[in-house]
């Protein structure tokens, strides 16, 4: 089935279990960023069925064709996600946990001014390191050398890594890869090893029913927070939670806050959530916060949010 954010964390057995609720068998795990239509994915999930396959893209439109495949094929080790590489790294990959990451033909992004779009730079080194298991491996292809260039230049500085052999025998070219060869256009490919230590992390089981109390609350605080609302920014651990509007629920004293998360690199996220008078405060069932690993500290960071925002009304 192709995962969604909105799948992947409202999932029960997602959220409790990991990846391993996905698949069918607990396997190592490769990630593809960047699938595309998917000729890579199901190549490798065909040719190796004791690994499990995920592969990451925006486009949904071509995604579905890539699981109406994967269903055709029988294939129960590749699962296809419509989702925000830099999210999805951050947030669903814990320390250890990956195999392999594969990113074949980014988009370079030349011009300077786009230089903190590319997938590879130096402030995602560090994410990169951290998600591979030790001896685990980032495979890289490129057909724009100054990029390739660059990305080569930085791994070649990373202790954590070194240089290996681009694996043998994948015989598979994507649609890009085919046009860029018509074109007659140099392709690099290089991977590298991940040789620092690493302890594997547990997966963080969490929940899709969200709630929280906020503290010293009071009935007064919600009269006020829905009489004298105006849009308030709250700045957190270099997250940014901005509070845009205010309703009454129906038939409740509850208010209910349109809230959005937003952090540098990562895509901003809407939500919702409901303020009860004695300070109990919960999403509801269609909310929810994009969060895995990092989501105690932002439902903190939300708690600060309201209560600060309260305390100036």
């Known amino acids: 089935m192709l995962q969604h954010p909105k799948h992947i964390f ?3 057995e997602f959220l409790a279990q990991g990846w391993g609720a996905l698949f069918e068998k607990e396997q190592p ?21 004791e690994q499990n396959f995920i592969g990451l893209d925006i486009i949904n439109k071509i995604l579905i064709k890539v ?4 269903a055709t094929l029988g294939l129960k080790n590749a699962i296809p996600c419509k989702m925000d590489a830099n999210l999805a790294l951050r947030e669903l990959f814990p320390e250890g946990s990956l195999d392999n990451i594969y990113i074949l033909f980014p988009d370079p992004w030349p011009k300077d001014k786009h230089e ?9 080194l560090p994410v990169f390191i951290n998600i591979l298991k030790a001896g685990g491996h980032l495979h890289f292809v490129s057909d724009a050398p100054p990029y390739a ?31 860029w060869l018509e074109q007659h256009k140099y392709i690099q490919r290089f991977s590298y090893q991940k040789i620092s230590e690493t302890v594997p992390e547990n997966w963080p089981s969490t929940s899709p029913e969200v709630s929280f109390q906020l503290t010293d609350w009071s009935p007064t605080k919600n009269d006020a927070i829905y009489h004298g609302f105006e849009p308030y920014v709250h700045k957190f651990d270099g997250k940014v939670i901005k509070l845009r509007k205010v309703y009454r629920e ?31 405060c919960e999403l509801p069932k269609a909310s929810y916060l994009p ?14 949010a309201i209560v600060t925002f309260a305390l100036n009304k």
């Open 67 to 70: 699981e109406k495949r994967i």
């Open 250 to 280: 129906f038939g409740s004293e509850r208010i209910m806050l349109q809230a959005v998360l937003a952090q540098p690199e990562l895509m901003s996220h809407d939500f919702f959530v409901f303020v009860a008078p004695n300070g109990d």
């Open 10 to 12: 409202q999932n029960p």
């Open 116 to 124: 903190r779009r590319r997938m590879v730079r130096p402030e995602n």
């Open 149 to 179: 260039a660059q990305v080569e230049a930085l791994l070649n500085e990373r202790p954590e890594f070194k240089r290996v052999d681009f694996p043998e025998g994948i015989d598979i070219k994507t649609k890009y890869e085919k046009k």
């Open 29 to 49: 795990l490769t990630l593809e960023i960047g699938c595309g239509h998917g000729q890579f994915l199901i190549y490798m999930a065909e040719k190796h069925p």
């Open 291 to 304: 969060r895995v690993l990092g989501y105690k500290d932002v439902l903190a960071g939300l708690a600060d």
